[in-house]
T-cell receptor, first 116, second 115 residues
C-alpha cells in the first residue's frame, strides 16, 4: 500500500493563478482532510470530508474549494491564488469504527506551495 | 469551542537528558488522544494513542500519560537522542457529532536535542 500520496510535491504560482492539489489514499478510509501548516501556527484544518460526495469547512476554508467525487481522492483547489496561501499543505485520512472516531490520521508527505 | 493547548512551544535539551511535553484539551465528549511526531519536511506520524480508560502507555523511550478528569496529557521522552529532534503534536478526537471538527490538533512543541 502506498498510504496517502500528494501531488505535486512543490509548486510556485503567480498571484491570481489557479491550481488543484490531489490527494489519493489506498486504505479505504472514510475521512479525508486538508491542512495547511505555517511557521508557529501548527496544522490548521482547511476542509474535510466524511465520505464520498460530502465535504465540510474547517478552520480556514476561505479561498479554497474541495471535492470528493471518489472515496480514494480528495482534491483541494485554489481558484485565484494569493501570497497569503503560501504554505505547506498536508492531506490526511482516517477511519471510523463503531461509534468511536479513531484519531490515527495518516498523512501525505506534503506539498510546498509558494505564491509570488 | 474544542481546543488543544500544548506547552512549551519549544524546548532545547542535551542529548541523553529526559523531557516532558504537556497537552491540555477542552474537547468534549472525549474519544481518544494521540501523540504525533513530525520530522522537518515530513508529515506527522503517530507515536501512541490513549483512550479514556488508559492512564499510561509506553512506546520505547516515549511514555504518554492521560488524566481524563483534568483533561491533561503528557509525553515523556527518556534518554533523548539527536533523532528525537522534531515537533510533537497532540491530537484529540471527540465522538463524531454534528458540526464538530473530527480531529482537534494542538500547535505542537518543537523539540531540539543537541550534542
Amino acid at each position: 500500500n502506498a498510504g496517502v500520496t500528494q501531488t505535486p510535491k512543490f509548486r510556485v504560482l503567480k498571484t491570481g493563478q489557479s491550481m488543484t492539489l490531489l490527494c489519493a489514499q489506498d486504505m479505504n478510509h472514510e475521512y479525508m482532510y486538508w491542512y495547511r501548516q505555517d511557521p508557529g501556527m501548527g496544522l490548521r484544518l482547511i476542509h474535510y470530508s466524511v465520505g464520498e460526495g460530502t465535504t465540510a469547512k474547517g478552520e480556514v476554508p476561505d479561498g479554497y474549494n474541495v471535492s470528493r467525487l471518489k472515496k480514494q481522492n480528495f482534491l483541494l483547489g485554489l481558484e485565484s491564488a494569493a501570497p497569503s496561501q503560501t504554505s505547506v499543505y498536508f492531506c490526511a485520512s482516517s477511519y471510523y469504527r463503531g461509534n468511536r472516531m479513531n484519531t490515527e490520521a495518516f498523512f501525505g508527505q506534503g506539498t510546498r506551495l509558494t505564491v509570488v | 469551542k474544542n481546543q488543544v493547548e500544548q506547552s512549551p512551544q519549544s524546548l532545547i535539551i542535551l542529548e541523553g537528558k529526559n523531557c516532558t511535553l504537556q497537552c491540555n484539551y477542552t474537547v468534549s465528549p472525549f474519544s481518544n488522544l494521540r501523540w504525533y511526531k513530525q520530522d522537518t519536511g515530513r508529515g506527522p506520524v503517530s507515536l501512541t494513542i490513549m483512550t479514556f480508560s488508559e492512564n499510561t502507555k509506553s512506546n520505547g523511550r516515549y511514555t504518554a500519560t492521560l488524566d481524563a478528569d483534568t483533561k491533561q496529557s503528557s509525553l515523556h521522552i527518556t534518554a533523548s537522542q539527536l533523532s528525537d529532534s522534531a515537533s510533537y503534536i497532540c491530537v484529540v478526537s471527540d465522538v463524531m457529532s454534528s458540526g464538530n471538527t473530527p480531529l482537534v490538533f494542538g500547535k505542537g512543541t518543537r523539540l531540539s536535542v543537541i550534542a
